[in-house]
């Protein structure tokens, strides 16, 4: 990919703002609460700061991260992990220390009412049956307060989803207007081999493209393409392999797939500079 043809401000804010929520607690990273806090602060006010979305904290540790920063001013995602969801939902509801919890994450069985009333709901559903998934999906769209979530990694082979698994889960949100989040295993914006565990990674930038492209081009395609060059961001948009979606195709793939949460900030925008895709230091919005 050249340079020139892919550095497009207004496509690449379209396509990565708010992007990347801030998973640093998580796995594999699993930093300290200190040096998590620290670390947001720094991409906060870094030249990518606009790709930055929510801190993401597991309920449980909502009070320690009031301790570490009683400042914060920032948008969080509640990681529910207690093992009652009504439990979750109810510190999250009493939470009152800095920051604004604006959306909360569960597994199934939660329920779809569970958020407090201005807090987006994301429920986590299963892959590998595609009939449960379908069912999964069409509940969440018929309710109507709750989006979706895909797991796409893990710490072993085995918690990453197939190409079809992922494909289908896309097409069938696009095809109910059902918002999304992904989690795991995105630390980059093109698959890439995992070599400790053994396996290609998913990348964000497939499943951003997946989406944008629903209904024109073949999804599980896009999701098992492995050749970044089959990507180019430009004037005209988001291009691959001969298939274009412009500006408004962008706008509305981002209205579906809401952001996607990583460990690490730096990595996913050091990989979109190398590639190409970004600026070093693009100008401020």
């Known amino acids: 990919m050249e340079r020139g043809d892919l550095l497009d401000r207004d496509a690449s804010r379209i396509l990565f703002g708010r992007l990347i929520d801030d998973a640093g607690l998580f796995p594999p990273a699993r930093k300290p609460m200190d040096r998590a806090v620290a670390d947001h602060r720094a991409a906060r006010a870094g030249a990518h700061a606009w790709m930055l979305g929510r801190f993401l904290c597991p309920v449980s540790r909502l009070a320690e991260l009031a301790k570490a920063d009683p400042e914060a001013d920032w948008r969080l995602g509640a990681i529910g992990d207690g093992e009652d969801w009504r439990e979750d939902v109810a510190r999250v509801a009493a939470y009152g220390g800095p920051g604004t919890v604006d959306a909360i994450e569960l597994r199934l069985p939660g329920q779809l009412d569970a958020a407090p009333h201005g807090v987006d709901l994301f ?70 081999r995992e070599e400790q565990i053994g396996v290609l990674q998913h990348g964000f930038l497939n499943l951003l493209a997946a989406t944008a492209l629903a209904g024109v081009a073949d999804a599980a395609a896009i999701v098992a393409e492995a050749d970044s060059d089959a990507f180019e961001l430009g004037e005209a948009g988001l291009r691959w392999r001969g298939h274009v979606a412009d500006a408004g195709a962008l706008t509305r793939a981002r209205d579906v797939l809401r952001a996607y949460g990583s460990c690490s900030f730096d990595e996913p925008v050091a990989d979109l500079v190398a590639h190409g895709i970004l600026a070093e230091s693009p100008a401020r919005a």
């Open 123 to 192: 429920v986590e559903v299963p892959t590998r049956d595609a009939a449960e998934l379908t069912a999964a999906l069409d509940r969440l769209a018929a309710d109507g307060r709750a989006g979706a979530k895909i797991r796409c990694g893990g710490l072993s082979a085995e918690a990453f989803p197939s190409d079809a698994a992922v494909a289908r889960f896309i097409a069938e949100c696009v095809r109910l207007g059902l918002p999304f989040k992904a989690t795991a295993g995105l630390h980059h914006p093109f698959r890439t």
